[in-house]
């Protein structure tokens, strides 16, 4: 049994927008997007085996990574709704 909100009139179980909805959860979690509309990633290979990766190559894997400009519009898909 749902309630319905008084001030919006719709039902409280389904509070969600359909973008929230829509949106693939799984590359929502691994993107960041920057305050100017840039897509970020984070360095693949950073944890796995770390004790053989040299000191070097694990202070250049750290932070993000720029997503490439032929992926944005894929990227831009999964992060909005899928109507």
Known sequence: MSRKSAATGLS?????SEADKNMRKS???RI??????KLLRRQ????HFRSKKSGKN????????????????????YLTSRN
């Open 58 to 77: 694990i202070r250049l894997k750290r932070g993000w990574r720029l997503i490439p400009r032929g992926y944005e519009k894929q990227f831009q898909r």
């Open 44 to 47: 693949v290979a950073i944890d």
């Open 27 to 29: 590359v929502a979690k």
């Open 32 to 37: 960041k997007v920057s305050k100017t509309g």
């Open 12 to 16: 409280l179980k389904y509070k969600k």
